[in-house]
């Protein structure tokens, strides 16, 4: 049973930075894409960043770039989303997912086939 289990969500001031993680089992990767989406209330899931875990090849939003550093530690079957420079605009609940690589439109969440429970992040201004 494939689980994903985030985590490092909280409250930081606008500018400050919060790093997240997401813990994989039970499965291998190597044919997976990792993305991090979030959702802000009223608003429809969005991707943040993604990495391919067989190459590490990476994808962020605009939005992000520059801000956000996706990456992934084989040992740990763990993805981490660096988040610096948090601006209010980033306050969302933030999930982590797992997709075949060749499952679809790779920045649409219906590719996605397993999905953490989210943590919140709150960024003040």
């Known amino acids: 049973q494939v689980q994903l289990v985030e985590s490092g969500g909280g409250l930081v001031q606008a500018g400050g930075s919060l790093r997240l993680s997401c813990a994989a089992s039970?499965?291998?990767?190597?044919?997976?894409?990792m993305g991090w989406f979030r959702q802000a209330p009223g608003k429809e899931r969005e991707l943040v960043a993604r990495i391919r875990w067989s190459t590490g090849s990476t994808y962020y939003a605009d939005s992000v770039k520059g801000r956000f550093t996706i990456s992934r530690d084989y040992a740990k079957d763990t993805v981490y989303l660096q988040m610096n420079s948090l601006k209010p605009d980033d306050t969302a609940v933030y999930y982590c997912?797992?997709?075949?690589?060749?499952?679809?439109?790779?920045?649409?969440?219906?590719?996605?086939?397993?999905w953490g429970q989210g943590t919140q992040v709150t960024v003040s201004s």
């Open positions: 997912a797992a997709g075949m690589a060749d499952g679809g439109p790779l920045s649409t969440s219906g590719t996605y086939n397993y």
């Open positions: 039970g499965r291998t990767f190597n044919n997976y894409i």
